[in-house]
């Protein structure tokens, strides 16, 4: 029995990224989301309380794949941003979900075990520390720089990025790498 309840909360949480990435919260339909996971209202209303519920508990199982997906080394600060850039192109439902967030004032939750951006900030303050990042940088500004390049072209309202070829995509992330690298390289005195 166990088993067909994961089953059915599983199929109801990718239905549900799927309505609510192209539709938003408001724009959603609980009925919808059950036809597409092969559930009743009802089973689904036993897992989540409400829409609201439903669409929190999808922006967190997203914030727990980016952060599993995408990890900030001291010694490799621009490539943070190359692996941005490789996630949201595969996983532009990721971007959508956190837009529609942000456009509802609703924020994810950190998931335990997965790197905070507490965990990203102590990185880049160790980067400083080890001359690999200029120290005139804030980690915390710096570190929202840093997602800003790698979401530019997921983020960029010229439709043609959506449909980027392999080496169009390669060039794409190595000048955000570069950017980034660029933009943090200590100067030399």
Known sequence: MKANHEDVQSRILVAARQEFAQFGLA????????????????????????????FQSVLNQNSAEFFESVSLAPENVAGFVGEIYDHALSNPEHIRMLTWARLDGLAFEHPAGHATPEAKLDAIREAQRLGF???VWNPTDLLAILFGIGLAWAQSPNPQV???TDELRAAQKAAAVEAAR???SPVAL
Do not use: F, N, P
């Open 27 to 54: 724009g959603a339909r609980i009925d919808r989301i059950a036809t597409q996971a092969h559930a009743s209202k009802e089973r689904l209303y036993a897992y989540y309380s409400d829409k609201a519920s439903l």
């Open 133 to 135: 990042v200029d120290k």
């Open 162 to 164: 959506l449909g980027a």
């Open 182 to 184: 660029r933009l943090i």
